[in-house]
């Protein structure tokens, strides 16, 4: 056993809201000390829908039959995936040994000592977007290392609003304004002008993030006070609520996800989608699964009163506190977040790189024209609330937002409501 256990912070609650990347330093030599043995390992991931993490993988155990990985997948819904990692955690399980964070939860888990800190000096991080690397540290020190960023995108179908003469739109209310044009052609009978993730789960935190953000207002303000009973957060609320009931948004998006919302979109029942970059390489698939490859482009997402803000998406790659072999699955690190394998992912599944240099490779951009776009709004991007009780607070946004969207509250209620749960997880101790 080691000598010093950090109590979980949900049980100390010392200070509920403590913002990742804040506080002092620390040397590499702790970090290097619990970095050691050598060996299989394994890999704890979401459900690996477009083979590029298997493909990594296979390449790996190809080169060290000793230290090979077994991939081990997670259910697909990222709430489900936190779940089960922090439940091997509390138990105190070596099952998983390397660890695909959603961003995130980096406070989280480093906070609880679930895993183990990582020695800066085996990394160089300057080819790293900086956005992606401020989700790696806690409390000054390094937890993980983003092998995955992400910014969310608008696509659009091209064909369609070439057919009114409509740029993409920059605000919700120029989307409704095209999607009134384009739904009055012929060949967009039947379909819907936009949906996005608004299902009861992360994907709805990060919706409501967005339009909040995009009102010019905040969740929580620089200092981890809530700050969601503003005119700008209600605005941004009750754009999401008036999409449904004007039916911009159509009713069967509120139980979209990533997967079902890509779905609406490549069968060609969406004008709009607001998605993240994996969607860009199933709707062009040439293998007749996509109605729209060859027909849409993507754009940055539209703001409410200006500019869209996107939340920063990501996942970054920690260590297991309670595993063994640890130094395999540094090494794994390294290999995975390398150029090549980042590389890699991005031509197999519109993975988006951490690397900075990739955005900006002539022949990527050619191939990928929607990179530039991307690159941008990941810089732009603004994080979710980075704190040591993630899983509470993203549960509070939910089910008061979800209980708006779905017409049980009114907005300034759901507000209010959210308000006050989030001022009570700060005052726990």
Known sequence: ??????????VMMVAAFVVAGCGGGGGDSSASSEISGRGPITFATGKDVTGAVTQAVETWNGSHPDQRVRLIELPADGDQQRQQMVQNAQTESGAFTVLDLDNVWNAEFAANRWVVELPKKEFDFSPFLKSAMKTARYRGRLFSVPAYSDGGLLYYRKDLLNKVDAQPPTTREQMREICAKVLKLPAAEGMSCYAGQHAKYEGLTVNFAEAVHGAGGQIVDDQGQPTVDSPEALRGLETMVEGFRSGTIPRAAIAY?????????????LVFSRNWPFMWSQANADDGSSKVAGKFAVAPLPGITGKGVSSLGGHNL????????????????????????????????????????????????????????????????EPRPRVVNYGDVTLAIQDEVYAAISGDKKPDKALNALQRRLEKLIEQK
Do not use: C, H
């Open 318 to 381: 920690a260590i297991s506190s309670f595993a063994e072999n640890k130094a395999t699955a540094l090494d794994f690190i390294k290999f995975y977040t390398s150029k090549e394998q980042q590389r890699k992912r991005l031509v197999k599944g519109s993975l988006a790189p951490t690397r900075s240099a990739l955005y900006d490779d002539p022949e990527l951009q050619r191939k990928y024209p929607y990179l530039d776009t991307l690159k941008k709004s990941i810089q732009s991007a």
């Open 1 to 10: 056993m080691r000598s010093l256990r950090w109590r979980p912070v949900s």
């Open 257 to 269: 996800k990533e997967q079902p919302n890509k779905r609406a979109f490549i069968g060609g029942e």
